[in-house]
């Protein structure tokens, strides 16, 4: 049998492929980062690349060793038989504000907003919408801890997803409040859930001690269940007064500039350096579990890796999970160009000819040529299958007078044009 992917990976296929849906269309996925970059560098922010594997202590530092990413889903990278500490990223966010620290970004404007695209990896167990390796489109804004930042970061990703012409998206917003908060709150659910301790899966009870809130997070529906019937308060109810504050903020800013969200007391995301405000963006499609993206405030990471004390925000979306979104609502887009022109040779002897004139456009336009010589029909068949405005043809006459027959597929017009003339003959919109 010949080989397949792994697990839990995807392929983005080119258009005009014969499995192809918008969910796996390379296309499709070029255009959600084509609209991100659009939308994000008209925001001021500049585009970043990091590796895509780091060291462990990174990971386990940054996204904290409670989480499910680190305990369950790390994928480990081995080398020539060795095992470097080095993980595949199960995120960006911890990789971009390394970066920042490593490269002295501090020194660029402030607060510094960076994107970027790429693969990402966790262990999970696959099913739609759920991979392995999957890709986000990632945003963040490191150098300031105003709440205008976090309503402009919000923004920005509804405004992402407006672009795409999704509408079935709904913002969950919450806040964590700070480490104190957070403190009281694990205090408070260890009391709660201590009693109950039998009826925890194992996970949990492993959570209780670690970090409580975890719990929350749990995928087990008996912790779910549990939850519901114990009534757990919200961590919202365990705000500090300044955290309170700037969720206040947060949300006048929403409200002003007219931004739909819905309070989500009970959002806790699973990763551990958030404070403050956090948030997902829900689509019906993804469904209740898992969010087309989420984001939130991590004032406490750059500390965390070793660095000056730097307050960020940021935010990341499943490219995969926008397009099977994209795909539920119907979205149409833009259909992928062909060239301007496919140039034929009508005999073996004039297939360099094709190739020349071919290769004299593409400073300027998308021309292709054919590598072997075909009659007239099957040049124009080969044209209007490569999605090409014109088809010329060279055979003996052409190449005798240093001319092209010049086809317009589509009014079926067709001309004699001089190569010299070529480029300036084409009109890419007739
Ligand atoms: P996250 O919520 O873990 O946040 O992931 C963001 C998004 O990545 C999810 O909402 C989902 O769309 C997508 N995603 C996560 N896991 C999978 C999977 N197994 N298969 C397909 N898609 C998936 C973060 O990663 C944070 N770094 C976001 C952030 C940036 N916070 C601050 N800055």
Known sequence: MALQRPKGT???LPGGSPKLSLDVSASAFRHVTDIAQRVLERAGAA????????????VTRGVGGSTDIVRKEMFRVYYA????GFVLRPEGTAGI?????????KQMPSPLKLWTHGPIFRAENVQKGRLRQFHQVDYEVIGSSDALVDAETIWLMVEVVRELGLSGVGVKLGSIGDPADR???????????APHVEQLSDDSRDRLTRN????LDSKSATDQGLIAELAVRPMLDFLGEDAAGHFGQVRAYLDAWGVAYEVDPSIVRGLDYYRRTAWELHHANIGAKS???????????AAELGGPQTPGIGWAFGIERILIALEAEGIELPPSPGPLIYIAALDAEYVGLAAKAALSLR??????FGYKPQKPGNAFREGERRGAVYTALIGSDEAATDTLAVKHLGTGEQESVRLEELAGFLTPDS
């Open 10 to 12: 995807q392929d983005h």
């Open 47 to 58: 585009f970043i690349a990091t590796p895509i594997f780091e060291e462990a202590e990174l």
């Open 81 to 84: 038989g060795d095992h470097g």
């Open 97 to 105: 504000v390394r970066a920042y620290i490593q490269n002295g970004l």
């Open 183 to 193: 403190e009281t709150y694990n205090g408070y659910l260890r009391g709660v859930f």
């Open 212 to 215: 409580p809130m975890r719990i």
């Open 291 to 301: 969010a087309l993206g989420g984001g939130g405030r991590y004032d406490g990471l």
């Open 363 to 368: 400073s300027q336009v998308r021309a292709e």
